[in-house]
């Protein structure tokens, strides 16, 4: 059996810690995002739009050319970032507040306009930034702050499926949801994050990641519940799949 | 509209159309927008324009994407813009703000209307507080260029651009409904400024260097205070350097009226009128609304009797005149509430019954 | 010296445009000129109207003035709005086909001509505006059919060139129109 040498991606600033909870998964998901920049060469040439709550930080960590955009916005800033400098590697970095609520309009759009952007959606089902209130992707049933007795229908409505959503706007190159719950998903998640990547550089438009991730602190759950959770109720309500790949269809 | 470039001899042309064709001329590589009267002729003539030249134009979904693809171009170093008006533009006070503190230079162009609220489509002095107070959050300040005529509103498109780079700073072209549908000859010489080396901050990639950020979060509190100190030492050198007005026989005048924007043309007209009929009458029209004119306005308190401050609105501009008074002399006030300008004759009534 | 326009007319009738081109005909001549349209309060149903300010100083002309040396009407409904705006000793230049040859200021001149009728026997009603404009021009004494002819060539757009020659036709009529009679 050979042997793997765990080494920090190079895209990852020297001496970097990452100020997220134990257990939460945007540490793992920033590594793999750090790794793919690294594999595809892309770090000297990338600028990110960052989002507001828990993603923002990722600015500490890695080592590339970032704004911060005002909650929601992301993926407005991104887009004039690549209309002003096509040759660049744009990407937005987002939770699901940031993604599908208040900036589900820009997030939409462009998609719509098949802008070669590739926008990663951190779902955790809450807001966790700001303590774990009721956010677009709340499971029905689910309690937090601002649903204390869990998320029923007739007075929260119904939490939004993004990836689906995104795979049908006809500007979407490709459209993934992806976990991290176990290694082998890891490493799929990393594919998809890469291959992501690889079409925007081709433009071919779009290109989409949910990952579906835990948030201990707000769940009060250990890092192992938290995972089950993705797996036993989060995954049967957004279920792990490729929506779209146009790249796919091209082979068939 | 035909696309402009330079022209040698002069052209007709609405205060909007000139406004975009100067932005064009600035070297503006994007454009983002969304419509609204009155000032659609300004994102119509672009998504052409823009294109023919292989630059950026995107229709944007709303006047919050908009403001913001102009920051994340600005980030680049990119010149970028956006135009709107009035309730439109108040849903960019965010990224306005955002903007101030992450030191862009992006220019909005901003083509009053009647207000509050959706309001109506008439000429309006009403965004003068939106424009040079703002309405974002924290202590920020937007430099607010004030034309007068549609030749002005060529020359300050061209010097918004100057000064948002030069400064790294939200630059706002005020103009008002009555001046984007206005047809007046304008003449386009080259952009006349130099172009501002912007490779010490621009995002372009981390080559050879560590990542750039360009960020307002400020979790610690000194660090804030730190930065907010040297912004606000930027706008005092603003101040110094580039506030600028037109000023007219105030040498010995009695009274200076004091207008902003297409109604200091009525305003110039009546000044006239009174200088005729013997009247001691002066006239000073702040072109750079921010930074104000204060001192000049406060050394002339020292020898005038009063100021009349005349705008279209309930009296935005007018607080900023009885700032740089400090109660030296009366300050009157005349306006109209909304729509066009006040008639010349109306204004000479008003100041032959001050003066009495 | 400063001269002011009003030309007013319903929805469709080329007030806009008469205006542009009479301010491009200023602009040829090397006079200042202002063209705005002036809002009413009536946004459907009214007329439309714009004011053209020429002057031959240096000076920026104001804008929204009291009083207009010539108004140039194309309907009943501009003609009652706007006699009350003509100057004293100023011409209010009236549509005949569509207004009322009534005259209820002796302090002004009137020419009455019936421009969309003169328009029709050339073969396009939609040519008043111009011909109204021709008429405007000879009793301002104000430019030349020349200059006209070259403003009505800039405001024309490519794509619109093939009535050019119509237009020219429209202005030439309402210019050599017999003020006398009118």
Redesign the interface.
Known sequence: MAVQTFKLPKSL?EGAKFSFCPGCDHGVAVRILAEVLDELGL?????T?TSIGCS?TI?DF?????????H??AL??????????PD??VFTYQGDGDFASIGI??SL?CAL?GENITAICINNTTYGMTGGQLGPTTLLGQKTTTSPTGRNVEYYGYPIKIAEHIALCDGTAYSARVSLDTVANIKKAKQAIKKAFEIQMKGLGFTFIEILSTCPTNWKMTPEQAHDRVRNQMMEVFKPGVYKDITAEKTV | MECLQKTKKKVLMKGNYAIANAAVMAGCECYFGYPITPQSEIGEFMSGKMQELKRAYVSAESELAAINMVIGACSTGAKAMTSSSSCAVSLMQEAISYASADELPIVLVSVMRGGPGLGNIYPSQGDYNQAVIGGGNGDYQTIVLAPSTVQECVDLTYKAFYLAHKYKNPTILLADGLLGQMMEPVEFTEYPYPEIDNSSWALSGAKGRNGRIIRSYAPLAENQCVFLNKLYGKYKQIEENETEWEEIDTEDADIVLISFGSPSRNVKSAMKICRKEGLKVGFLRPITLWPFPSKRIAELSKKVKMFLDIEVNMGQMLKDVKLAVNGAVPVEFFNRPVGNPPEVDDIVNKIREIMK | MEKNFVIAGFGGQGVLLAGEVLANAFMLDNKNVTWYPCYGAEMRGGTVNCEIVMNDTEEVSAVNLKEADFVVALNQASVERFVSKVKKGGWMIANSSLAKEIKTRDDINYVFAPMTKMAEEIGNIKMTNILALGIAAKVSKLTSIETLTNALDNVIPPHRKNLLPLNLKALKIGYEYDLLHA
């Open positions: 600033k770090t000297e040439n990338t600028i739009a923002v600015y890695i080592n590339v050319d970032a704004i911060e955009a005002p929601g916005r407005a800033e991104a887009t004039g970032i690549k209309r002003a400098r660049k590697c309009g820009e759009h306009r």
